[in-house]
């Protein structure tokens, strides 16, 4: 019964619980997204009070309208959308690093990881002033360049640190 719910779009699953007689007690399923749609509404499945026989009919209606063949097609295209999704995590190229020779020491880091985190276009240039303004900012305050605004946090505060190192 959960595959059939997982194949249904999210507006539809949405579309299901606002008919259901008993759809309150689905808090914010307006807001949820598909997995826990359909967790909050296998529960409410398997709770089985006698105000839920209709959620229950109607699941079992839709079950009824799709064919075995339909299933199986929905559920190898679910796996093959898993695996394609996986294969391509691990296909993707490794990051550029770089290396960089500090006291001696040989340090590899990834090239443009300051700049793919502080969404940075090609034209916009990091200097050496707007760097130190940035790490005045506390972890956890609001740094404000170009027009952005980013949380500062402490993997991002290493870097600018790292990047004015390397700009001395």
Request: proline share 3%; aromatic share 4%.
């Amino acid at each position: 019964m959960e595959g059939i719910l997982k194949s249904q779009s999210v507006a539809h699953l949405k579309k299901m619980v606002s008919a259901w007689t008993n759809s309150h007690r689905i808090k914010g399923y307006s807001r949820m997204k598909k997995d826990e749609l359909v967790a909050a509404m296998m529960k409410e499945i398997t709770f089985k009070k006698k105000e839920d026989e209709e959620m229950l009919r109607d699941v079992v209606k839709r079950m009824a309208k799709a064919s075995d063949r339909q299933l199986k097609a929905k559920a190898a295209e679910l796996e093959k959308k898993a695996s394609s999704k996986s294969a391509s995590a691990a296909a993707a190229p490794a990051p550029k690093k770089e290396l960089v020779t500090l006291d001696g020491e040989k340090i590899a880091f990834k090239g443009d990881a300051l700049r793919n985190q502080l969404r940075l276009g090609k034209k916009e240039k990091l200097t050496k002033p707007l760097i130190r303004k940035l790490l005045e900012v506390p972890v956890g305050g609001r740094l404000q360049y170009f027009n952005k605004v980013k949380t500062q946090t402490p993997l991002l505060r290493k870097r600018l640190q790292f990047a004015l190192t390397l700009m001395k």
